[in-house]
Antibody, heavy 119, light 107 residues
Framework: EVRLLESGGGLVQPGGSLRLSCAAS????????MGWVRQAPGQGLEWVSV????????YYTDSVKGRFTISRDNSENTVYLQMNSLRVEDTAVYYC????????????WGQGTLVTVSS | AIRMTQSPSSFSASIGDRVTITCRAS??????LAWYQQKPGKAPKLLIY???TLESGVPSRFSGSGSGTDFTLTISSLQSEDFATYYC?????????FGQGTRLEIK
């Protein structure tokens, strides 16, 4: 059974940093691209970032480029999202998601972790 | 970035109705289109990928069609558990983008 478990969310002040983690199990992690999607309160889904299984291919949405960094540890079956210079508009539930195929759509999602950026 | 526009944004329907949701891309995306269902407080669930391929375990009353710029999600006979919000997503190019969502409510 595929399982994705996010952690690391919380309350942070504008300009602060936070690191999200997503622990995966139930599939061959190193073969799967992994990414993050967020959802602001009461809003729709926004794609954030993805990293290929090898780590060679990384993509970000424009609004987080230069502030967020995706990484992974294939020995620990974990993907991370380092978020720096956080803004109020980064407030959202952040979902970890596994790609269905090589850099495709997302077939499994975690339960999400809430990040609140507020003073 | 490719803009994805869904219509309608919301609507009401009854159990047993046939429902169609449309999604239009601002440029051609071949068949790199997925549909997701999301219920309140839950993570999205993949329904359809490659525009028309049903994800394993998804009921056959769901179907998708289209290619290029125009796509549809059809639910042939609405069940109570289908009342949710539906999103399309293109994965043809980066950044991947979602439609704004279509909220399906009970009439």
């Amino acid at each position: 059974e595929v399982r994705l478990l996010e952690s690391g969310g919380g309350l942070v002040q504008p300009g602060g940093s936070l690191r999200l983690s997503c622990a995966a199990s139930g599939f061959t992690f190193s073969n799967s691209a992994m990414g993050w999607v967020r959802q602001a309160p009461g809003q729709g889904l926004e794609w954030v970032s993805v990293m290929s299984g090898s780590g060679d291919n990384i993509y970000y949405t424009d609004s987080v480029k230069g502030r967020f960094t995706i990484s992974r540890d294939n020995s620990e079956n974990t993907v991370y999202l380092q978020m720096n210079s956080l803004r109020v508009e980064d407030t959202a539930v952040y979902y970890c998601a596994k790609d269905r195929e090589v850099l495709g759509c997302s077939d499994y999602w975690g339960q999400g972790t809430l990040v609140t950026v507020s003073s | 970035a490719i803009r994805m526009t869904q219509s309608p944004s919301s609507f009401s329907a009854s159990i047993g109705d046939r429902v169609t949701i449309t999604c239009r891309a601002s440029q051609g995306i071949s068949s790199y289109l997925a549909w997701y269902q999301q219920k309140p407080g839950k993570a999205p669930k993949l329904l359809i990928y490659a525009a028309s391929t049903l994800e394993s375990g998804v009921p056959s009353r769901f179907s998708g069609s289209g290619s290029g710029t125009d796509f549809t999600l059809t639910i042939s006979s609405l069940q109570s558990e289908d009342f949710a919000t539906y999103y399309c997503q293109q994965y043809y190019s980066y950044p991947r983008t979602f439609g704004q969502g279509t909220r399906l409510e009970i009439k």
